[in-house]
């Protein structure tokens, strides 16, 4: 702590709690609307409309252009020179350009949404479902431009606030129209509802930033050629993250039953729910580590990424593995019998999990201090890597295959990423802290198991187990001093001091 003075410690803790919190509570309505979505649709129904869903996502990189990463680091910074002209121009090459594609994605949908229901997900309910989602697509593009504004000047609780609004929303109209008898088109009119709404509340703080919309937009054509120098490999990158994201329900929407593919989109998204650990620290870092490393800060930036590795394995560790012993009473819990077929999967991924939390947090800090390629290499390797492997493996195995495939491909990322940051930042690789974490993490996970097969099973069994096995975790990683009570009282009094 020492290394890492207070006022960026400062900012950084306190902007990583509040995001944290934020994403936290996002991930949970996320969740919450999914499993909404699972009780009122039918698995064949809730696997249609997320078949659907995954197609217009893939998609959406070819709209993007990796534009979205390149503006929020562009903004932080100019904003460090007051260039609110520069700001306001590649705010506009931004728009404009995403306007042009996002046109061409809504023509596709319209075009071709007849042909796509009848040959692809064979069903004739998709076609509204893909003009309804080209709506999505619009809005989407409004929403991220001001999200992207509000993340590069570090506008913590208003950008941090936008999926908890979406999500808001969205879970309110799926009611209402499911009341009225809209069916699985509830879900897709909720999901535009919902983005459109987010779009309008975060513009009410997008427009008080006068000194950008006063100044005068000049050398368009050269901002256009230096956000996109920055993006091209970006978007490479989100194609790669996009592929391994959403390739597998693609694959498994022609292969297998709608059936199983809603039972795979209850599997994977649960997994993928402790992501927001990542997705909150990486919004935080890439703004924050541009800043540093633009005024070669290095002292400052290497204590942070050290504090980051340790307490970020810590927290997920216990987290994945409460999920992965207990997974059958979770599922069957939220979702019913009907997805306990999706166990094996479920913790499949649950292992590559673990490996993407500190993978993602990676990225941002390698594109951070300008090297965007080298997470584009990181990411194309994985990709091609799941493409592949669920080749290979989907047509046999089905939805096994897939989280095989899912679970290889975040671990090459960890690998790969973990390897190129520890030479940025020129320290000592983190894998012997976190094997140290990994042996508190196995007697955490002998007592998960211990507790409700000799004493006391169902939820009271797990909850148990998890207390005793979370002080007997805590308890071996003070004497492995990997937890410092007095970092820790450091960085509370960090969050909580005004």
Request: charged fraction near 10%; aromatic fraction near 16%.
């Amino acid at each position: 702590m020492e290394t890492f003075p207070i006022n960026y410690t400062k900012k950084a803790v306190k902007g990583l709690g509040i995001v944290t919190v934020l994403m936290a509570l996002t991930s949970l309505l996320a969740y919450i609307l999914r499993v909404i979505l699972a009780r009122k649709l039918s698995p064949t129904d809730f696997g249609l409309f997320y078949a659907v869903l995954a197609f217009m996502m893939f998609l959406l990189i070819f709209r993007d252009f990796g534009l979205r990463v390149g503006l929020v680091k562009f903004i932080a910074h100019y904003a460090v020179e007051r260039n609110y002209s520069k700001i306001k121009t590649l705010i506009a090459a931004s728009l404009v350009f995403q306007l042009l594609s996002s046109a061409i994605l809504i023509i596709f949908f319209i075009v071709f949404s007849s042909y796509l229901a009848k040959h692809y997900f064979k069903d004739p309910r998709a076609s509204i479902l893909l003009i309804l989602f080209g709506l999505y697509v619009f809005f989407s593009l409004l929403c991220n431009v001001v999200y992207s504004i509000l993340q590069g000047f570090q506008e913590v609780k208003w950008y941090a606030s936008e999926e908890l609004i979406r999500l808001g929303v969205t879970i309110i109209a799926f009611f209402i129209f499911y009341a009225v008898g809209y069916g699985i088109l509830s879900a897709a009119i909720a999901f535009v509802i919902g983005v459109a709404s987010a779009f309008v509340i975060l513009t009410l703080k997008v427009i008080h930033y006068s000194d950008i919309w006063k100044a005068k937009i000049y050398d368009f054509k050269g901002a256009t050629k230096e956000l996109f120098a920055f993006s091209a490999p970006v978007i490479f990158t989100g194609m790669g993250n996009k592929v391994i994201a959403w390739l597998d329900v693609l694959m498994l929407t022609y292969f297998v039953s709608l059936e199983m593919v809603g039972i795979y989109n209850v599997v994977l998204p649960t997994a993928l729910l402790f992501l927001f650990f990542a997705k909150a620290s990486s919004k935080i870092l890439l703004p924050m580590v541009s800043e540093l490393w633009s005024k070669n800060d290095y002292k400052r930036l290497f204590a942070g990424v050290q504090l980051l590795y340790r307490y970020m394995f810590i927290i997920t560790l216990p987290l994945i593995i409460s999920i992965f012993v207990f997974a059958p009473l979770f599922i069957e819990t939220l979702f019913g019998q009907e997805y306990l077929g999706g166990i094996v999967a479920f913790r499949i991924v649950l292992v590559g999990v673990l490996g993407y939390v500190i993978a993602a947090n990676n990225h941002a800090i390698i594109t951070a201090v300008g090297k965007p390629t080298l997470v584009m290499k990181i990411v194309l390797f994985a990709a091609v890597a799941n493409i592949v492997l669920n080749i290979l493996l989907i047509p046999s195995l089905g939805i096994v295959g897939a989280a095989i495939a899912t679970a290889i491909s975040y671990i090459c990322m960890l690998l790969l990423s973990t390897n190129y940051v520890s030479k940025f930042v020129a320290m000592e690789s983190p894998w012997k802290v976190w094997l140290r974490v990994t042996l508190s993490g196995m007697i955490f996970t002998a007592v998960l198991f211990f507790i409700p097969l000799k004493i006391l099973t169902g939820w009271p069994g797990a909850i148990l187990s998890v207390c005793i096995g979370g002080i007997l975790y805590c308890v071996t990683l003070y004497y492995q001093k990997l937890l410092n009570l007095t970092e820790i009282k450091q960085l509370l009094a960090l969050v909580l001091q005004k």
